[in-house]
């Protein structure tokens, strides 16, 4: 663990006010600093490391589309957590990416602080840099805890974003056969 993390927390602590001598807060700073390694251990981790070579010949030309895959990042405005779920579509040209690949590829740049629109486009460009596909498409859905627990205060707002590449931008038809399939386009 980063020696000066578990300090820096416990200067917050006394910043807003509190003893971190009280028992309760004791192991705080510690805890905190762990925490908040593991929220953002995506920085020690590259996109090689991922995919570990999990590419397999296909003949398959069609859509593949893993969704719902849940997500927890970290707001790099306020540090505050947002949560939600994202649809990943791609058109192999000749190689398809192991199923849990997609996955980690999403928590890898999720485990970072984050905008959600630099994730979006950071997920879609790793899938093509990877399957080198004829199109990709990501769309994530995500409640942001600095619009719920501050500011605005709103509890039931989503955010929406979506990166399309290749043939997913290029066609309207296949934009909207990946938007149907994902259950965001009656």
Same mark, same amino acid.
């Given at each position: 663990?980063?020696?000066?993390? %578990?300090?820096?927390?416990?200067?917050?602590?006394?910043? *807003?006010?509190?003893? %971190?001598? $009280?028992?309760?807060?004791?192991?705080?700073?510690? @805890? !905190?600093?762990?925490?908040?390694?593991?929220?953002?251990?995506?920085?020690?981790?590259?996109?090689?490391?991922?995919?570990?070579?999990?590419?397999?010949?296909?003949?398959? /030309?069609?859509?593949?589309?893993?969704? /719902?895959?849940?997500?927890?990042?970290?707001?790099?405005?306020?540090?505050?957590?947002?949560?939600?779920?994202?649809? +990943? !579509?791609?058109?192999?040209?000749?190689?398809?990416?192991?199923?849990?690949?997609?996955?980690?590829?999403? /928590?890898?740049? !999720?485990?970072?602080?984050?905008?959600?629109e630099n994730l979006t486009k950071q997920i879609a460009d790793?899938?093509?840099?990877?399957?080198?596909?004829?199109? +990709? !498409? +990501?769309?994530?859905?995500?409640?942001?805890?600095?619009?719920?627990? @501050?500011?605005?205060?709103?509890?039931?707002?989503?955010?929406?974003?979506?990166?399309?590449?290749?043939?997913?931008?290029?066609?309207?038809?296949? $934009?909207?056969?990946? *938007?149907?399939?994902?259950?965001?386009?009656?």
């Amino acid at each position: 663990m980063n020696t000066q993390l %578990p300090h820096h927390y416990r200067e917050i602590l006394v910043g *807003l006010g509190e003893n %971190p001598e $009280r028992e309760g807060l004791l192991d705080t700073p510690k @805890r !905190a600093a762990k925490a908040m390694q593991y929220l953002c251990h995506g920085y020690q981790q590259s996109l090689e490391e991922i995919v570990n070579g999990a590419l397999f010949a296909s003949d398959n /030309d069609e859509m593949v589309i893993v969704k /719902d895959i849940e997500l927890y990042s970290l707001c790099e405005h306020h540090l505050l957590p947002f949560i939600g779920k994202a649809h +990943v !579509a791609y058109i192999p040209t000749g190689k398809v990416l192991g199923l849990s690949k997609v996955a980690r590829i999403v /928590d890898m740049y !999720a485990r970072r602080l984050q905008i959600q629109e630099n994730l979006t486009k950071q997920i879609a460009d790793a899938i093509q840099q990877v399957t080198n596909a004829a199109g +990709v !498409a +990501v769309v994530i859905e995500a409640k942001h805890m600095c619009m719920m627990m @501050r500011g605005v205060e709103k509890q039931n707002s989503v955010m929406s974003s979506s990166v399309m590449l290749g043939a997913f931008r290029e066609s309207c038809n296949t $934009r909207h056969e990946f *938007l149907q399939l994902i259950g965001r386009n009656k």
